[in-house]
């Protein structure tokens, strides 16, 4: 049966679609059959693996009924990685979801059917604590956060963590955080260093060992619609990517 993780964090630009992308492909190109989910509807992890923003059908009609999950599968460029895009129409899900009944529960029950012919299942989540979220969070076994090293890196993360404990109570128990992941990381800045120790002192068993450092190939990869361990395997980058993806299969 899959491991499903969601990546989720509400503050934006702290790296979780570059981390659910990259880590995908690590996993894939390990042997391991993977399949990433677009969550987001500004559809950045379906465009930074070179399928197109328009996909048809896209999570969109797979959660609202009009498609099947296996029916929206997508090759992409990495063998063993395929990836459910999320599909023109998802903008309006946040307002449509919620009105549907027992929507929290909608995206596990539609990827059910899919979920146990890969190894690996990645949500990649809007920047939000929204209904598409919670969606993921409910669908998901456990949950990546990245967090960027930054003055404000501990801003937000305690009502994540309410958040996580709620959609455990009261709609998935199973749900537990797989770690926290420092991401853009600048090991020269005093900054750098004082966030990734204050982070560490908070969260002293949830923080990944491996840290994803600033690079601008990392940032580059996606205009060329590959992972960076596609684009530029050797860059720093790429080697933390596959690090963190051996610490993810570790901690299981």
Not at 35 to 58: H, K, S
Request: charged letters at 20%; aromatic letters at 6%.
């Amino acid at each position: 049966m899959g491991t499903v993780y969601a990546i989720a964090n509400q503050k934006g630009g702290v790296g979780k679609t570059t981390t659910a992308v990259n880590v995908a492909a690590c996993i894939a190109e390990a042997g391991y059959g993977t399949l990433l989910v677009d969550v987001d509807p500004q559809a950045n992890a379906t465009v930074g693996l070179g399928v197109a923003r328009t996909q048809f059908p896209g999570l969109y009609e797979v959660l609202t009924g009009e498609a099947r999950a296996q029916d929206a599968l997508t090759s992409t460029s990495v063998p063993g990685l395929q990836i459910l895009p999320a599909g023109a129409g998802l903008a309006g899900a946040n307002v449509e979801l919620p009105r549907m009944e027992g929507f929290e529960q909608r995206l596990r029950e539609s990827l059910a059917p899919v979920v146990d012919s890969f190894a690996y299942v990645l949500l990649d989540c809007p920047p939000s604590l929204g209904p598409l979220t919670v969606s993921a969070l409910v669908a998901a076994d456990r949950v990546i956060v990245p967090v960027q090293t930054e003055y404000f890196a501990l801003e937000g993360l305690a009502g994540l963590l309410e958040t996580l404990a709620l959609v455990r109570r009261e709609l998935n128990p199973r749900l537990t955080v797989a770690g926290m992941l420092l991401t853009m990381h600048d090991a020269r800045t005093r900054l750098g260093q004082d966030v990734e120790r204050e982070v560490r002192a908070h969260f002293p068993d949830l923080v990944f060992d491996t840290v994803i450092p600033r690079n601008v190939r990392v940032g580059e990869a996606p205009s060329y619609g590959l992972p960076v361990t596609h684009h530029d395997p050797l860059s720093a980058g790429a080697e933390a990517y596959f690090e963190l993806a051996k610490e993810v299969a570790a901690r299981g």
